[in-house]
């Protein structure tokens, strides 16, 4: 692939399944499906335990990403649609998910992805997404209890970096480390808007500016974007970041800088990741629903 | 819940921000009929709790939606809050 043709905006996409563990020996098999504006995941949970995830690009047609997901996590594992018991479409294509038996918010099941994976201290959540940014604060048990999100732009959000990679040719899984090596923190800049960012972006080249400087002015304005959300809602400790953004640490850590406080780490002995927390929590949700069923049905 | 809708852009904050613990006590949901732009809905939250909520068509056109109501436009009190008698709703501009 030549440089000209070479697609720098593309994040790796993921498949992962747990080593030993049978979906067969499971007595509920729940699935959650996340069709997010630019990424699609989809998470299996067997008796409550992850099994398997898989992370997409979202295509043109939601129910098709919703298909493509799922199967791309029951890949070599020989469960069908049918094997699962209950499934929860969320995100912004929640609605379109075809085989889903719920559709949740894609808030309440960040929280309650993030609760799964941190734990019960988890109280506030950031959730930056392809195309908009949220901010949740919930209980120990990941309930919502208050948020706030900014989508009437993509300004700061994923989409937004993906523009900046191909604008600047650098990969986007490398933005963040490069966006650290310069001499001198610049000032953000002054345009975070993904249609001006890329004449915001040649105009600074112009004048001098490194690729690395203007990686750097544009992590540090994407975090001041968040951290004003943040701001309006408060922050109360832990505090965690969700979505594709949170693998960047070029916007994690100046964003940690303007909030004053650390974003928990994801556990090292975990294979969470955290652009799979909103398809985690809605198949938490999933999990919880085919429960309550049984349990209604079985009173009857 | 605390639920903000809403956006930040170029020009301010608009967000108006609802109390839905209040509004799944609240017999009346005064609220829905008060406004005269039609932007509250009564809603199934996540949780199960029977909620009012804005619009999804108007949560970006806050600011012009709302515009009609602010003191400009010769109101004293906003005919939504004035009308959610357990005091669950407030604007931010």
């Known amino acids: 692939m030549t440089k000209e043709t070479q697609e720098f905006w593309r994040w790796s996409e993921k498949n992962w399944r747990a080593p030993g563990l049978d979906w067969r020996d499971a007595s509920v098999v729940a699935a959650g499906i996340d069709v997010g504006s630019v990424s699609s995941q989809a998470v299996i949970l067997v008796d409550g335990e992850l099994f398997a995830y898989h992370s997409t690009r979202t295509g043109s047609n939601s129910p098709d990403s919703a298909k493509r997901t799922l199967a791309g996590a029951m890949e070599g594992t020989g469960m069908t649609l049918d094997d699962v018991n209950h499934i929860v479409g969320t995100g912004y294509g929640r609605v379109n998910v075809p085989f889903a038996n719920r559709a949740i918010t894609e808030i309440a099941c960040h929280a309650r992805g993030a609760n799964f994976m941190i734990g019960p201290t988890v109280r506030t959540i950031l959730d930056m997404g392809g195309q908009d940014c949220k901010v949740i604060r919930c209980d120990e048990k990941g309930k919502v209890q208050n948020f706030i999100m900014n989508d009437k732009c993509a300004a700061g959000t994923g989409r937004g970096m993906e523009v900046i990679a191909d604008t600047l ?3 986007v899984e490398d933005i963040g480390r490069r966006s650290f090596e310069i001499d001198e923190e610049p000032a953000p800049v002054s345009n975070v808007c993904t249609v001006f960012a890329k004449s915001e972006a040649t105009a600074l080249l112009k004048v001098g500016w490194s690729i690395n400087r203007v990686l750097a002015a544009y992590c540090a304005a994407m975090a001041e974007r968040v951290a004003g959300l943040i701001d309006r809602l408060g922050m ?7 979505g594709g953004i949170a693998k960047n640490a070029g916007v994690v850590v100046r964003i940690e800088r303007l909030v004053g406080r650390r974003a928990v780490p994801l556990p090292e002995d975990t294979n969470f990741d955290p652009q799979i927390a909103g398809a985690l929590g809605a198949a938490l949700f999933a999990d919880a629903l085919y429960r309550k069923e049984q349990r209604v049905a079985a009173a009857r | 819940m605390i639920a903000n809708y809403g956006y930040r852009d170029g020009s ?3 967000y108006v921000t609802i ?3 209040l509004c799944v006590e609240c017999v009346g949901r005064w609220c829905v009929e008060a406004c005269p732009e039609r932007l509250f809905e009564i809603e199934m939250d996540d949780y199960d709790d ?9 949560r970006k056109l806050l600011k012009e939606r709302c515009a009609g109501c602010k003191p400009t436009g010769g109101h004293v009190g906003l005919p939504c809050i004035s009308a959610c008698r357990p005091g669950a709703i407030s604007h931010s501009w």
């Open chain 2, 12 to 14: 301010g904050e608009y």
């Open chain 2, 19 to 21: 109390d839905t613990a």
């Open chain 1, 236 to 242: 109360e400790p832990d505090f965690f970041i969700t």
């Open chain 2, 50 to 58: 029977e909620v009012v909520a804005i619009a999804p068509t108007a």
């Open chain 1, 169 to 171: 040719g650098v990969s």
